[in-house]
């Protein structure tokens, strides 16, 4: 909560308490924690940062854009693979 301070009849400044702070500090944790599980978690939201960032580079950041969510998009839907384990090696004759 803002207190109004008033150090002389010319002078007020607004002096935040130590529990808004906190609260702004969970906050910001909270946005950059769901930022990072985001971008980390899927690509096309991470080929959609990645290509704005080369394509504002280049001068064209909404084709980079485009380009680097259509990569991401690929890629998390491209099947999964496995790796084969000692029972589906095909048998020699």
Known sequence: MLETVTADENTTRNVASAED???IRTMRFAAVLVAITA???CATIAGG?????????AGHPVSGALVGTGVGMMIDA????TPPDAFSAPIAP
């Open 49 to 57: 940062l990645i290509g704005t960032g080369v394509g504002l580079a």
């Open 39 to 41: 971008v980390s978690g």
């Open 78 to 81: 491209a099947p999964r693979r």
């Open 21 to 23: 702070d906190t609260t």
